[in-house]
């Protein structure tokens, strides 16, 4: 369904030459849409392609030059430059931006805290967001609903509640989780640390509305996932092994001698570490499952202070000999049978390969260059899975150098791009549209059900309805009127002292795309703009008429889509 306005609370009403950006926009999709019908299939799961390539992929116009180093490297290194970021790191150097982006660390992100502070549950423990957001008992709930009145203006969606109105239940949490993932991407000074916590939030993958992952997931963010995104891979893997919230969501919480739940056990091999071709089988996966029982967490009630907390339950463990991938763990153990599989799978080639596998797609392409994918490998295992030092072989390798247009921006980053370039700001009331803006472009945030997480691949993306609703998006945010999130289109348009259609056209296409299109897209724009009985001048009628229609174009169009 295409984001209405009122979704998008920019009450601007339609303007003239709106249709005719409609149209225009509708020949932009003739260039990036679904793919062919002879095409193998694309799978929307990041397992099914471990290995091998992946047969379609984004093929930009052959014509089309890439952007600067400095500004591809943006599109790849963070969600979209801002206003000045391609000339601030050109002058700074590509090589120093990149050492600071590895050491988030070192960089002042004391806005974006300050930010944050709005969202008082992303620093409280599970037990503490237990007490203060508790699921609402059923007589809290209206019993009765009013007689709807004909006529009427209808009650609000439960979305569109204030959030002072709103009941101090779960769905709080998952909202202040949400919003403030969208809000550090938008504005946190720390971007490659805020791609690679998306990066790993997708591989170890927990649906936020399972049972207590309402509850365990804000925690889960803050102590396993923002805590090792670049840090050792193995300290990451325990600490996800160990979080309240996988055990929750694959079900380990429940697994016991005698009884053990396999769920955990197959995902860890096939999803975090191994890969489905890794050389695992169906009695490693049982004996995996084995090594984990007694890994749990402590009751949500009656237990203060520790509720929902991981504990080891040594009653509940399988203390019988296992063999894992050949590897005899020996009668009488305890946690540490669960710790011993963590090594074995941490320091198997196999899980080097599958690893530099996933961020060279991530990074580079959606068909993973192999002779890449091996160097990566090799850092793994030189580094013990240093996670900083696989991006840096990354990012300072030819191929990622020569990869323009092989990569898409996914919805977060189309989103997020878009309002970086534009440099919206966010009031502190606006916020929660966030979440609404990218539902309605695919990608829910923690909402991914099955364990595999988003696909990171174009084929999951583009297709028909998906670019109709980033059209939508664009064009909203380009008529931004009164209310709510607003993009100023008008004072750049201003400031560029344009001439021209021509003029205009390229200062809105450099400022987006930071590098010329094809004259034959540039001629279209040029040509909706000297459509009509309004000629060109910066005044208030044409730039009403004309003026997001453009800026909509250019952030719909293929070029846009392109990293």
Not at 28 to 52: H, I, V
Not at 254 to 282: C, F
Not at 472 to 484: C, D
Request: no cysteine; proline share 8%; aromatic share 8%.
């Amino acid at each position: 369904m295409p984001l209405t306005r009122r979704q998008f609370l920019i009450g601007a009403a339609a303007t003239a030459g709106t249709g005719a950006a409609a149209v225009a926009a509708a020949e932009w999709m003739k260039g990036l849409d679904e793919q062919p019908a002879s095409a193998t299939p694309m799978p929307r799961d990041n397992t099914s392609y471990s290995t091998g390539p992946v047969t379609w992929t984004p093929t930009p116009p052959a014509n089309i030059q890439p952007p600067s180093e400095v500004a591809f490297a943006l599109t790849r290194m963070t969600f979209g430059p801002k206003p000045g970021d391609v000339e601030r790191v050109a002058q700074l150097g590509l090589d120093n931006y990149i050492e600071q982006q590895l050491h988030p660390e070192n960089i002042d992100d004391s806005a974006m805290d300050k930010m944050l502070e709005a969202f008082p549950s992303l620093k409280m423990s599970i037990a503490e967001l237990y007490e203060n957001y508790p699921q609402p008992k059923p007589q809290d709930k209206p019993k009765n609903q009013p007689t709807p009145v004909p006529g009427a203006t209808p009650a609000p969606k439960p979305t569109e509640v204030p959030k002072a109105m709103r009941p101090k239940g779960p769905q709080e949490v998952i909202y202040e989780l949400q919003t403030s993932t969208l809000l550090r991407a938008i504005y946190s000074e720390r971007q490659l640390y805020e791609l690679m916590v998306d990066f790993w939030s997708n591989h170890f993958n927990i649906y936020v509305g399972k049972e207590g992952d309402k509850w365990m997931k804000t925690v889960d963010d803050r102590e396993v996932i923002r805590k090792h995104a670049l840090g050792k891979f193995k300290d990451l893997l325990t600490a996800s092994a160990k979080s309240p919230a996988m055990l929750e969501y694959l079900d380990n919480r429940v697994s016991v001698k005698g009884k053990p739940n396999e769920n955990y056990a197959r995902e860890i091999m096939e999803l975090h570490t191994l890969s489905v071709d890794g050389g695992y089988t169906y009695p490693d996966i049982q004996n995996v499952a084995r090594a984990f029982t007694g890994w749990t967490i402590v009751p949500p009630r009656g237990f203060a202070g520790q509720a929902g907390e991981y504990v080891f339950n040594a009653k509940q463990h399988d203390t019988d000999a296992k063999i894992v991938l050949g590897v005899q763990i020996p009668a009488g153990g305890s946690e540490s049978d669960g710790m011993k599989v963590i090594d074995l799978l941490a320091n198997h080639p196999s899980t080097a390969k599958f690893i530099a596998l996933k961020l060279v797609r991530r990074f580079v392409s959606d068909t993973p260059p192999q002779a890449l994918v091996d160097r990566v490998a090799q850092t793994y295992q030189k580094t013990g899975g240093d996670i900083r030092e696989m991006l840096r072989t990354i990012l300072k390798s030819d191929e990622f150098k020569k990869s323009y247009g092989q990569k898409v921006r996914r919805p977060i980053e189309y989103f997020a791009g878009m309002l970086r370039a534009l440099d919206v700001k966010i009031g502190p009331n606006d916020a929660d549209i966030l979440r609404g803006v990218i539902a309605q472009l695919g990608q829910p945030l923690f909402q991914w059900p099955t364990p595999d997480g988003y696909p990171d691949v174009y084929g999951a993306w583009i297709n028909t309805n998906g670019l109709l609703s980033r059209w939508n998006v664009a064009l909203n945010l380009a008529q931004a009127g009164g209310k709510g999130i607003q993009a100023d289109v008008k004072t750049p348009t201003l400031q560029s002292n344009a001439k021209s259609a021509a003029d205009l056209t390229d200062f809105w296409v450099n400022h987006l795309l930071h590098r010329a299109m094809s004259n034959e897209n540039r001629d279209k724009l040029v040509a909706y703009l000297n459509n009509g009985n309004i000629p060109f001048a910066l005044n208030d009628q044409f730039l009403r008429a004309k003026l997001p229609g453009l800026v909509a174009l250019v952030m719909a169009s293929p070029d846009y889509q392109y990293r």
